[in-house]
């Protein structure tokens, strides 16, 4: 059984913006949770990361600026949200938990991942 699940994902035109959702409700409290995508034929990659407290958030290069992530409490549920998408973004995206307790976008510093959510831009 998956300790987190995403959704969200679809097609969507250039410019458009998308929010994935990462059900964390498996999981114990005060994890790092990370959003990474995988592009066809591409290693995977760090998009986010979010502090438990929701307080505390890193991006990565191509991410800054465009995709935000935040955190609700009550519905267990961390957010990716997208905004200005480009064909550049297509891909899977994944969340997953790290135990750490320093904001990380590195692959091994994390487990419990999800399924994947895809996400194809498109005209």
């Known amino acids: 059984q998956l300790e987190v699940v995403e959704s969200g994902g679809g097609l969507v035109q250039p410019g458009s913006s998308l929010i994935l959702s990462c059900d964390i409700s498996?999981?114990?409290?005060?994890?790092?949770i990370g959003w990474f995508r995988q592009a066809p034929g591409r290693e995977r990659e760090g998009v986010g990361c979010?502090?438990?407290?929701?307080?505390?958030?890193r991006y990565s290069a191509s991410a800054e600026g465009r995709f935000s992530i935040s955190y609700d409490n009550a519905k267990n549920t961390v957010f990716l949200h997208m905004n200005d998408l480009k064909y550049e973004d297509t891909g899977v995206y994944y969340c997953?938990?790290?135990?750490?307790?320093?904001?990380?976008?590195?692959?091994?510093?994390?487990?419990?991942w999800g399924q994947g959510t895809q996400v194809t831009v498109s005209s």
């Open positions: 997953a938990r790290s135990r750490r307790t320093e904001l990380t976008l590195r692959l091994l510093d994390f487990d419990s």
């Open positions: 979010i502090s438990a407290s929701g307080q505390r958030k």
């Open positions: 498996r999981l114990s409290k005060n994890n790092i």
